[in-house]
């Protein structure tokens, strides 16, 4: 692996292995110890889409591991506004950077950047393609509070049919053994050939509209923002939206270690009142975010994590 | 002390230790010694309202100590468009921060924040509310040029209706037993429960509309802008403005040690020509805004800068 | 030398001194090795104009050298807007930084700061004034391939009219001793006034509007871009823009060590079939330009780099 465009470029065994330093990487993420390992190395953030917590927590976990960061900026105003080409855009980071974060609105950016360059590249969102790093940040956050990626019950609620992050987990679980809940209205339903694919890989998958009725034997929760814009009917959205939203009373017959997440920003999927329930573990998952991506920065740019560390 | 929002979350003693510990910072501050005590923090910049000197202060104030900052960046391109809640926003940044500043236009948005999170905030402007770091500079930079914060006559001039800058620095002088004039038009003067309870506490106040009458026996001019769209008719303002506007020749009956300030930008309330008088010394107040701020970095980030300097 | 605003700022042996350090930040600036020679060390980044490419190299030459950036940020909501001046701005500036880069829409703006101040300013483009460090980088990408500045055949090619970094050049190279030649649609030539000058100072010019006629003979093409705006009829830009198009197979004619550079960003001057030949050298050049500001932000913070390197 010298960059990190989708979660296939990636084996099990590579994502045990990142996992495993993103552990290692908690108290310096907190503040609690500073081994400033990337200290010289230079990162690029080239979001050419908006962007704060993917592109916050890159910079948290460059800085936290003493490293810095360039940041592109506002589109609008760059050399990306005079004509220049995404290739020469990435010719001048080759240069200026050892490794480099990118966000763009065109599926197959990431891969044709990595492509142009020699420095390594992160994928962070392609249009609808892939987002590999908010993969590794909800594995890991699985992983933390359950112990294990195998042999779970996750059900995956919301918009599953545009969004690119519960495509990429779906993908990701299966290929660790868990069995799969689709909890979506009709209309948003996951694409077909991702759950094809998934069964014919043995994945044990069930699809639903029922929001609630198998909440006692789920494990995981996974909840997305439905977005009022995929709806021809504002009528039609209300109806779905105020199905789709998770309250604290709603959690009475969940297992005791069922965790909720979410990749934020949330707007009224999950109510305020379950954020104070032990379930609740989308914040703490944001901040996973940060060790995912350091223990990624290291991996790309061959730092010897172990070696640093003692 | 473990977040600052307004002045009275300080006492007398912890302004001052404050005070002396901004005063061991000014050479790191001015670059003839590095002393990198805050290597490995994280300061998380959110400026909902765009600033550039108390920002970029805070920035340099972190960078002199070795520290990092995350900029949350244009606050109209950030998930807060998406509908986050600013409670979530402070969330994600208890994960990726050791530490926020906070600028937002909703008075209480800062104490809100700091109840939201476990890591310190700092206020750096809440609407009509408090800006508690602009005083502390204000009296380090009082204390710097008179050797102390008692006995002063100090007058205030300008927009005291509406600057907050004024308004906590007056508090703040009359804790110290400061003696205060109130200079401005009527329509800008000092909101009256303001001055009831500065004279109820004690403190000896004028006020008049008498720009200069009083200059002999002052040890502080403090300058703020008035706003043209404070004034209902154009005509009024032009009247006012031309009025409260310092100029060179205006000094030659100050005091030698008389000091004058302004918490920055100015437009036309101090001319050009006082700029190289002995007087001036808003430039240099900005530049101590840079040492209060380390202080206060450090103050809530407990590291003990005797040790570590020492 | 304190400041750089323009390259007569610099004699002869001044720059040959400063591409000398250059060389020697190209391990540092690679990534290879790490020297923190500028750590503690504050830039303030000031572009009053956009820029991508200037800003984000200033900003990783620091970087690399352990040193930090505080960037203005984007001015349509700074306190310029307030009615601040540049001389304000430029005061705090003074005390937040210990050096500082402005690029200013306003011919002078650059030597108006550096007066302003006590801190080093370098001029990164002010207007149709000028743009040193292009220069330093422009000189150090020709020395760097062919060993030497002096007795070179340099071919200017595009808007020379309007373009300060080809006015820069041409004065820098006629330093050391190069001939040139000026290519241009004559609606662009080079100005009188300058072209007059070089010869005055005993320079060999030719001018012409044939692109290719003398390729045999080059040492150096230095391609720009034309800018569309520049035309008052769309077709006059479309004859001219098509035929100061270089392509791969214009090149066969050419000395194998010809170089071909260009100040970036391109749009259509250079066919992509050029990037592959040995004589593109405009991407390298891009990255030279972190290491010619590297060097230069040695020698006005007076770092004394052999000393810190060895």
Redesign the interface.
């Known amino acids: 692996m010298t960059s990190l465009i989708t979660m296939d470029d990636l084996t099990n065994e590579e994502i045990i292995s990142i996992l495993d330093i993103a552990e290692q990487m908690l108290p310096i993420a907190r503040?609690e110890?500073?081994t400033?390992i990337l200290?010289?190395?230079?990162l690029?953030n080239l979001f050419f889409e908006?962007s704060?917590?993917t592109?916050?927590?890159f910079?948290?976990a460059m800085?936290?591991l003493?490293g810095?960061v360039?940041n592109?900026?506002?589109v609008s105003?760059?050399?990306?506004?005079?004509?220049?080409t995404l290739?020469?855009?990435m010719?001048?980071m080759?240069?200026?950077?050892?490794i480099a974060v990118i966000r763009h609105p065109r599926q197959g950016a990431a891969k044709y950047s990595s492509d142009a360059v020699e420095i390594p590249v992160i994928n962070a969102g392609d249009g609808a393609g892939h987002h590999p790093t908010q993969t590794l940040l909800d594995l890991f956050t699985i992983r933390k509070c359950h112990g294990t990626l195998e042999g779970l019950q996750v059900a995956l609620v919301g918009d599953l049919r545009y969004g690119r992050t519960v495509h990429s987990l779906s993908g990701a679980l299966a290929r660790f053994g868990s069995s799969l809940t689709f909890i979506s209205p009709s209309s948003l339903s996951m694409p077909r050939e991702i759950v094809q694919d998934l069964r014919n890989s043995g994945v044990d998958i069930v699809e639903t509209e029922d929001f609630l009725g198998s909440i006692e034997s789920l494990d995981v929760i996974y909840m997305t923002r439905i977005q009022k814009e995929r709806f021809p009917d504002e009528e039609e959205y209300r109806k779905v939206a105020g199905v789709f939203c998770l309250t604290a009373k709603d959690l009475v017959n969940a297992k005791k270690n069922m965790i909720i997440m979410h990749p934020?920003?949330?707007?009224n999927e999950i109510a305020?009142d379950v954020d104070s329930t032990p379930h609740a573990k989308y914040?703490?998952q944001?901040?996973y975010?940060?060790v995912a991506r350091m223990a990624l920065l290291c991996r790309l740019l061959e730092v010897d994590v172990q070696e640093a560390i003692e």
């Open positions: 503040g110890a500073y400033p200290s010289g190395k230079v690029a908006p704060t917590r592109r916050m927590s910079e948290a800085k936290r003493g810095s360039l592109l900026g506002d105003t760059s050399s990306v506004v005079k004509g220049e290739f020469d855009t010719q001048m080759d240069g200026y950077a050892d934020l920003p949330r707007v305020p914040f703490e944001a901040f975010g940060v």
